[in-house]
């Protein structure tokens, strides 16, 4: 008898409207693939020496009660999105970025709210999108803008990006959508339609039913308009590339920092 195994959306879960909007699509996302959801909260206050223990006499205080009752909030939103799915969850110790990565060890994906940081994006470090996708073992998808689009699957193309066109397709195929091709600006429409065909060829290679509709060319280099040629997609699937000797870590290549600074969809972060 063979096994079948479930995937597991992991969502990073704090007080913020953009975690809860992670924890929608993270929602809708399980229940698109057949997965379960799990929520984690990452519990800083312990390592900030902060005391922790409820008031005295009053009952539910404290900072850890708080964290349980973040955790029990975002149940009843991916409950709102889907009643029936199945639902797991933990309080972690510990700072945002190594919980996550932690548990991305046992994660077919970890979803985290976009923070919307802008211009000083790539002034940023220790961004947590970007330090998240550089080390976690699973694609990291950073959820921003309206998720009621109903548009085609984004995909930033890369010379290197095999992986993410395959996962463009897989997405493609659960949600029921065609596939948008976005190409650099600095590519000319001859080897654009080059590129479209050999997109083409490899998606009708994975799944002759994922239609591509064509390819976009950004109007002009400037760093907004590779995003802003993606409008309308209902997810945006771009890749990061992997260190030399260092296979288990990403870097963020110019375009992925780019689409984190301006996309109004959420981003899928792929491992080439």
Partial sequence: ????????????????PEADRAVRWAAHHAHVVGGQLHLVHAFVWTELDVNTDPIPGLTGSGIR?????????????????????EITSQVIDGNPVPVLL?????????????????RLLTLIVGSKSLALAAKACCPVVVVRGDLAVDGPIGLIHHPRGQEAVQRAVELARGYGRPIQLVARADVDEQRAEQILGEVREAVASADPHVEVLGVTIPTTPAPRELAQASEGAALMVVCGERVEGRPK????????????????TPVWIERS
Avoid at 1 to 16: A, E, F, L
Avoid at 106 to 118: N, P, T
């Fill in 1 to 16: 008898m063979t096994s079948v195994t479930v995937p597991r959306i992991t969502v990073g879960v704090s007080d913020t």
């Fill in 65 to 85: 009660a708080a964290a349980d009752g973040l955790i029990e909030d975002a149940v009843a939103i991916a409950r709102q999105v889907h009643p029936d799915l």
């Fill in 102 to 118: 932690h548990v991305s060890s046992r994660s077919d994906v970890v979803v985290v709210g976009g923070r919307g940081l802008g």
């Fill in 249 to 264: 870590r990403i870097t963020a290549p110019r375009q992925l920092v780019t689409v984190l600074r301006y996309a109004h």
